[in-house]
């Protein structure tokens, strides 16, 4: 079945520091994919979106790219800022049904 | 817009007790979903509506959990006699769905369910 694995947390880094969070998946069909963002005591925001292989997602200066054959989308933000912090979930959605999401990142920046 | 409206935000319960949650979706979003979150975990599924029709419901979802949405707008959550591991909060989310691709979904803030 769909599934969705991405790096545990928490990430912890600097200010400006380079971001990555890695976002593997397992699907039927031809999936979508997605990351969301949650802060404290929210819902989810979605924060990017790609529909095909090779589409590149961004906003708000994160982005990440569709890689069907390693099957990944790995979200990358040149330079964090504090206001950053928040827990990152990668989703998949394929055959217009549910969606599957990862089990979050914790992303800690301190200034 | 105003986005997903979910209600309540927060409700404290005994267990045993019924609790009802009430989500409005996005005025012209034909689909809605309710996932469930514990702390440190991705959503869950539960289930999700086209219109007034339940789709899927999760095989995870014990009978003490209905779901409805009766005239294709808002929807409602119920669980009957509430155990202290239902504690969670409870997502609700809309689309516009027609057809063409895999779209998004808005999650409204959600409603924090504690059983005491």
């Known amino acids: 079945g769909d599934s969705v694995t991405q790096m545990e947390g928490p990430v912890t880094l600097s200010e400006e520091a380079f971001l990555t969070i890695n976002c593997t998946y397992t699907?039927?069909?031809?999936?979508?994919l997605f990351w969301y963002v949650q802060y404290p005591g929210e819902g989810l925001q979605l924060l990017l979106k790609?529909?095909?292989?090779?589409d590149k997602g961004s906003n708000k200066g994160f982005e990440a790219t569709y890689r069907k054959e390693t099957t990944s989308f790995h979200l990358e933000k040149g330079s964090v800022q504090v206001s950053d912090s928040a827990v990152y979930f990668c989703?998949?959605?394929?055959?217009?049904?549910?969606?599957?999401f990862g089990s979050g990142t914790k992303l800690n920046v301190k200034p | 817009d105003t986005g997903v409206s979910q209600d309540p935000r927060h409700k404290i319960t005994k267990r045993g007790q019924n609790v009802t949650f009430r989500c409005d979706p996005i005025?012209?979003?034909?689909?809605l979903y309710w996932y469930r979150q514990t702390l440190g975990q991705g959503p869950e599924f539960l289930t999700y509506?086209?219109?007034?029709?339940?789709?899927?419901k999760s095989r995870l979802l014990s009978d003490r959990f209905s779901a409805e949405r009766p005239k294709g707008s808002f929807s409602t959550l119920e669980i009957q006699r509430t155990e202290q591991g239902d504690s969670a909060m409870y997502l609700c989310?809309?689309?516009?769905?027609?057809?063409?691709?895999?779209?998004?979904?808005?999650f409204g803030q959600g409603t924090r369910l504690t059983v005491v």
């Open positions: 989310a809309s689309s516009l769905e027609t057809g063409g691709m895999n779209t998004e979904a808005f």
């Open positions: 699907a039927t069909g031809y999936p979508s």
């Open positions: 790609a529909t095909k292989a090779d």
């Open positions: 989703a998949l959605r394929s055959n217009f049904n549910k969606f599957y």
């Open positions: 005025s012209e979003h034909n689909r």
């Open positions: 509506f086209q219109n007034e029709a339940q789709l899927e």
